[in-house]
């Protein structure tokens, strides 16, 4: 069975900076776009980031320029560097990766458990 697991987050002041990383695991798949995405509460849950298998990205335009997605293809891993952080920011972040399982002959769109980041204003 393929699962993300998510790591990182936190509390930071604003204007600090956390990393979070995701690492799909399993056998037998492959994985195309992994990506970020958060919910605060009350709110619905949004895109962060995307990055497809290639390295094209795409983000939301509320973390332009202090975001930055990447990717270590060869071990599944996504990473979502977080600078300049603001109390807007606060909510829950959600790995997702979009792929393929080979074992089960499925396509998959998984979801990590989530990962609380807190900036304090």
């Given at each position: 069975q393929v699962q993300l697991v998510e790591s990182g987050g936190g509390?930071?002041?604003?204007?600090?900076s956390l990393r979070l990383s995701c690492a799909?695991?399993?056998?037998?798949?492959?994985?195309?776009?992994?990506?970020?995405y958060r919910?605060?509460?009350?709110?619905?849950?949004?895109l962060v980031a995307?990055?497809?298998?290639?390295?094209s990205?795409?983000?939301?335009?509320?973390?332009k320029g202090r975001f930055t997605i990447s990717r270590y293809n060869a071990q599944n891993t996504t990473y979502l560097q977080m600078n300049s952080?603001?109390?807007?920011?606060?909510?829950?972040?959600?790995c997702n990766a979009k792929g393929y399982d080979y074992s089960s002959y499925i396509h998959l769109n998984l979801w990590g458990q989530?990962?609380?980041?807190t900036v304090s204003s």
């Amino acid at each position: 069975q393929v699962q993300l697991v998510e790591s990182g987050g936190g509390l930071v002041q604003a204007g600090g900076s956390l990393r979070l990383s995701c690492a799909a695991s399993g056998s037998a798949f492959s994985i195309n776009a992994m990506g970020w995405y958060r919910q605060a509460p009350g709110k619905q849950r949004e895109l962060v980031a995307i990055i497809s298998s290639g390295g094209s990205t795409n983000y939301a335009d509320s973390v332009k320029g202090r975001f930055t997605i990447s990717r270590y293809n060869a071990q599944n891993t996504t990473y979502l560097q977080m600078n300049s952080l603001k109390a807007e920011d606060t909510a829950v972040y959600y790995c997702n990766a979009k792929g393929y399982d080979y074992s089960s002959y499925i396509h998959l769109n998984l979801w990590g458990q989530g990962t609380q980041v807190t900036v304090s204003s």
